[in-house]
């Protein structure tokens, strides 16, 4: 079970983290992601991060101005999101899956799913 949390509204240029907590005791054995969807847009996948946390993966949209990163022994993945822009507006989703993928980037790699939180930002 993944429970998000960190919505909120911010001004453009501003800063936000989000965070994930996961349930069970194998917490570190799952890649985790970080999926947004915007009104009237498909999912689409912003960063994911190893079990270890040793790599990250970022859309190029993200890139310089989000990082995800995770705390093993709290069961906990973050996305501290930097230099916001309106186009950052969404629902956020954490998601996870068992082990790597060549395709971490697609919705469907990913079993588990967290129930989403807002992201918006003014300009």
């Known amino acids: 079970q993944l429970q998000a949390s960190g919505e909120g509204l911010v001004q453009a240029g501003g800063s936000l983290r989000l965070s994930c907590a996961a349930s069970?005791?194998?917490?570190?054995?799952?890649?985790m992601g970080w999926f947004r969807q915007a009104p009237g847009k498909e999912r689409e996948f912003v960063a994911a991060i190893s079990g270890s946390g040793g790599s990250t993966y970022y859309t190029d949209s993200v890139k310089g101005r989000f990082t995800i990163s995770r705390d093993n022994a709290k069961n906990t993945v973050y996305l501290q999101m930097n230099s916001l822009e309106p186009e950052d507006t969404a629902v956020y989703y954490c998601?996870?899956?068992?082990?790597?993928?060549?395709?971490?980037?697609?919705?469907?790699?990913?079993?588990?799913w967290g129930q989403g939180t807002l992201v918006t930002v003014s300009s």
């Open positions: 069970g005791r194998t917490f570190s054995m799952y890649y």
């Open positions: 998601a996870a899956r068992g082990g790597w993928s060549a395709a971490l980037y697609h919705v469907d790699q990913y079993n588990y």
